[in-house]
RNA sequence: GGAGAGGUGGCAGAGUGGCCAAAUGCGAGGGGUUGCUAACCCCUUGGGCAGCAAUGCCCGCGCGGGUUCAAAUCCCGCCUUCUCCGCCA
């Protein structure tokens, strides 16, 4: 959410953003619905003023007709101050964040600026297998039986696998953890609000599982609980930023993506993921300081993996709504010969905090909204693609990252019998 | 799922129709006093509208609606927390 002082000194960079963005909005008409707002709230104050004043005074039978009479005038224009209002904030909360000045104007994925590539592409003397001959080989996973039992995109996991799937989860939870950030088992099951907060609603519906007709949903990412987890607060400013490790399982109905990377463990309805959330103060250079931290965590977590990487700075026409700046952070993955996407690191100024009512009070006494950053520390299976097929052996074995060995208690994954 | 009790400022906690933005305590920030520190004293510590500003006004006691000339206080619905019982990983 944008604040409406903001619209109205910044009326066409908000559209250009918009448009950027690749978004319908309609900035005059909630200018022009502020205004007839204000003159309400004119309005209905003015009448208020005159009831306090006639509450103070001697109660008289004039009195008692006066109020009488303030009482209709004033519900006939709060109806109308709530009609103006109801429609301005809807028009509103589709008003996308406006990026920073250093993000690159682009349609869409074409227009992403690659910042960084590291790491050598894994060379084979054979030729390599994709993950799901690996994993079908070794018996990591059933997908037939994956699909039986839970529909489209179901999987199970299974044997070393299933243990690196966890030990991955634990491996980066504790790094993380040892780094100062706070860690938090987040729900799953989220209420509406969160959704909204996080600037999913209005625009990704469609996306997101809703449990039967209570308020709860189930959250695509840890994002949207830990976001929300200080929703309604003031926090100190000697607290922030208030960093935060979470775990999560993630559920996505991938709604757009019909008949896209159908096989395989890369695009899952059901997966985990360990995500970093920070809080910070309403200050871009600091925020800036913290995006590029979180971006240091991931990709010194696809090091210690010993996986080739390359970090694509986003452009406007494939950034989410609410950020302002975004990196995206890709692995090589040597079956299809290109990089997938392993994490996601934005800024979304106050955004999120303006509709989810996260507050700092400052130093001099007065409040204002805090920022809010997430970033990806890792999401599995999705990177178990990159381990399998990176590290797979001529014989079809696969060597385990040397960090992931001893948690996991094996360091080879091979054939039985 | 059943029974009961609650939700007030950054926190704790008074307040049961007008004298209430709301006692008191704590915390936080600013200032003062003081060799230093501690203690002490003063001020500040939700949002909106109008205004260049000084300032003025309005809203704000979980959320929404109602009663009343007047609501933190009375009524209704919802959300939520706690305690006990039941069920259960």
């Known amino acids: ?25 309609n900035i005059d008409k909630i200018l022009e619905l502020d205004e007839k707002r204000r003159e309400l709230i004119l309005k209905t104050e003015k009448l208020r003023q005159e009831r306090n004043t006639l509450a ?5 039978d004039e009195s008692k007709v006066r109020g009488k009479a303030i009482k209709d005038e004033l519900k006939k224009f709060d109806d109308e101050l709530n009609i103006t209002e109801l429609e301005m904030n809807r028009l509103l909360s589709y008003v996308p964040n406006v990026p920073l000045d250093d993000v690159p104007v682009g349609p869409d994925a074409s227009g992403n600026v690659e910042i960084k590539k590291v790491g050598e592409l894994t060379k084979f003397n054979f030729t390599p297998k994709s993950h799901i001959d690996l994993a079908l080989s070794l018996d990591l996973f059933d997908l037939e039986r994956g699909s039986k039992v839970s529909g489209f995109r179901g999987y199970f996991l299974k044997n070393q696998l299933a243990v690196l799937h966890i030990g991955l989860m634990f491996y980066v939870f504790q790094k993380l953890v040892k780094k100062g950030y706070t860690p938090l088992i987040a729900p799953a099951i989220v209420k509406g609000f969160t959704l909204f907060g996080n600037g999913q609603f209005p625009w990704g519906e469609e996306e997101v599982y809703k449990l039967n007709d ?3 949903y189930l959250a695509g990412t840890a994002e949207v609980p830990v976001t929300a987890f200080h929703s309604g607060e003031i926090l100190n400013e000697k607290d922030l930023p208030k960093k935060y490790v979470a775990f999560s399982p993630c559920f996505r109905k991938e709604a757009g993506a019909y008949g896209k990377d159908t096989k395989g463990l890369y695009r899952l309805h059901e997966f985990w993921k360990v995500e970093q959330v920070i809080i910070s103060k309403n200050e871009i250079a600091n925020a ?3 995006h590029e931290e979180l971006q240091e965590n991931t990709e010194e977590i696809i090091n210690d993996l010993g996986l080739a990487y390359r970090v694509l700075l986003m452009c406007t026409g494939d950034m989410g709504e609410p950020q302002i700046k975004k990196y995206d952070t890709e692995v090589w993955m040597p079956y299809k010969k290109d990089y997938g996407e392993v994490a996601s690191n934005s800024i979304m100024g106050d955004f999120q905090a303006r509709r989810l009512q996260i507050k700092y009070r400052k130093k001099d006494g007065t409040t204002d909204y805090c920022y809010t950053l997430n970033d990806t520390a890792v999401p599995s299976p999705r990177i178990l693609i990159a381990i399998l097929e990176n590290f797979q052996q001529e014989d079809g074995s696969i060597k385990v990252p040397k960090v992931l060995q001893s948690l996991v208690g ?3 994954i091979e054939k039985k019998g």
């Open 1 to 25: 959410m944008l604040s409406l002082e903001f619209i109205r000194n910044n009326v066409e960079k908000v559209k250009q953003a918009a448009k950027n963005k690749k978004r319908e909005v």
């Open 56 to 60: 103070k005074q001697k109660f008289t």
């Open 214 to 216: 209570e308020d709860a």
């Open 288 to 290: 800036k300081e913290l």
């Open 410 to 412: 094996f360091n080879k």
